[in-house]
């Protein structure tokens, strides 16, 4: 390769639909590090505050399912040289469980989506397609994008996929016309986080979670069968290749790209853990049904050659990497959360109430961090804001939340960034009705 495609320029502004989703919040931060302006747009009421410290601006409310909201957010937000990314998508497992509406979010919300980017005369869209396009008629082994495109007419065994071949279709269309479309194959998506949503490959999260915990993990799906998954690191690179790469040299049909990763089965995950962590014990099943049918009908591994030779990415992480690097996060974690335990409980009682939550959340969590010329002071929420976090953490409602208690609130959540939630969601209604009122006195 001639090295075209990675030495291209990011594009003015990026526009990010569904930016408050795992490859989202990602994607916003790499692309915006990469020296990226990003939009952040999201059907979440009020934006995460990990998003509003990465993007250039943030939009909430956003469905893509209201071509009226789509059209205010292209015609104040994009323009004819904006990439868009429309990562609005439920997983596998989730659109097993509510085809309807996933049906209503992937397909209307495309077809609105490039309805309102015509609109504004925008034609470069970034789509993420799955390993969940293929059935069981696909290629086992290194099987490429382009297999999609050759084989339409083959049934992927699941809504899921055929949600995604139907957005294949569109974004087709929309080249016809004109248009810039990119795809992006992904497999299973592995991180370090502490949250993430209910997938198929999921259960490797899942895994990773339980040994940094101690705990014995239940296996969803059969231990021998493998599926490709991906690093978020390595992923980030391949989608910024993906968007950045000239128009000539994307020579894929339809211009599918696999984000390949590493391949594994259960039990090779279950192995490399143990070399980390030897206590680690694990069964296989009870299985579930979702999972086990969707990880045997996808493929074992994925083609590397074509993103290799048009977009020059190729991933870095190894098994062993991958699995270090996220246990490495958890136990840090852990190890931070019970600092914050202990400093929050000055009795060291080995439990906190709302008083010793309250000095702590003032002390660390809101003094110095006023704005200047604000409507509402953070001081001022302190009493709503620990309310909010003692009904979240104290389990049995006793008025006290234990170490154990603590720990698990903090498997999913930050103390920092609920309370800089909780504040932006407060300032968001107040500049609302501020505005309001400034429109009554018009």
């Not at 086992?140 to 071949?165: I, M, T």
């Not at 198929?200 to 296996?219: H, I, M, N, V, W």
């Not at 999913?412 to 500049?431: F, G, H, P, W």
Request: net charge negative; hydrophobic share 40%; aromatic share 6%.
């Amino acid at each position: 390769m001639d090295g075209a495609a990675h030495t291209a320029t990011m594009p003015t502004r990026t526009l990010i639909i569904g930016a408050a989703g795992a490859v989202g919040k990602r994607l916003t931060s790499a692309i915006s590090n990469a020296g990226g302006h990003v939009v952040a747009a999201d059907r979440m009421k009020y934006v995460p505050s990990v998003l509003r410290k990465n993007a250039a601006a943030t939009v909430g409310d956003v469905d893509v399912r209201d071509k009226d909201a789509l059209r205010t957010l292209f015609r104040e937000h994009a323009d004819e040289e904006t990439t868009v990314w429309n990562l609005a998508s439920p997983l596998s497992v989730e659109t097993a469980l509510s085809p309807e509406v996933a049906q209503s979010v992937v397909i209307g919300g495309m077809e609105n989506v490039l309805e309102a980017m015509w609109d504004v005369g925008c034609r470069r869209i970034c789509f993420t397609d799955s390993i969940g396009s293929f059935g069981s008629s696909s290629p086992r082994r290194d099987v490429s994008g382009s297999w999609l495109v050759a084989n339409p007419a083959q049934d992927p065994g699941s809504d899921y996929g055929k949600q995604k071949r139907a957005c294949r279709e569109l974004l087709d269309r929309f080249a016809q016309r004109g248009g810039d479309p990119r795809i992006a194959v992904l497999p299973g998506v592995l991180h370090s986080e502490p949250v993430w949503g209910n997938g198929t490959t999921e259960y490797a999260l899942d895994a990773l979670l339980a040994a940094s915990r101690g705990q014995k993990f239940r296996c969803p799906i059969s231990p021998q069968v493998m599926l490709p998954m991906v690093y978020a690191d390595d992923l980030m690179r391949g989608l910024i290749a993906l968007q950045t790469a000239d128009e000539e040299e994307l020579r894929e049909p339809e211009r599918l790209y696999n984000m390949t990763g590493l391949s594994f089965t259960a039990h090779e995950l279950f192995e490399e853990i143990s070399h980390f962590k030897p206590d680690f014990r694990w069964t296989a099943g009870p299985l579930d049904a979702n999972m086990d049918k969707f990880a045997k009908l996808w493929p074992d591994t994925l083609s590397t050659a074509e993103s290799l030779r048009d977009l020059d990415y190729e991933p870095d992480v190894t098994l062993p990497a991958m699995v270090a690097g996220v246990l490495n996060a958890h136990s840090s974690r852990n190890m931070s959360s019970k600092a914050a335990f202990r400093s929050i409980d000055t009795c060291r009682s080995g439990r906190i109430n709302d008083y010793m939550l309250e000095t702590f959340v003032r002390k660390y969590l809101v003094r110095g961090r006023e704005r200047s010329g604000y409507l509402l002071r953070r001081q001022d929420m302190v009493k709503d804001i620990v309310a909010s976090l003692m009904a979240s953490m104290d389990v049995d409602a006793d008025g006290v939340v234990s170490m154990n208690d603590f720990m698990a609130w903090s498997g999913t959540n930050k103390l920092e960034t609920v309370v800089d939630d909780q504040y932006e969601e407060r300032l968001a209604e107040e500049e609302a009705q501020e505005e309001g009122l400034e429109t009554l006195a018009l």
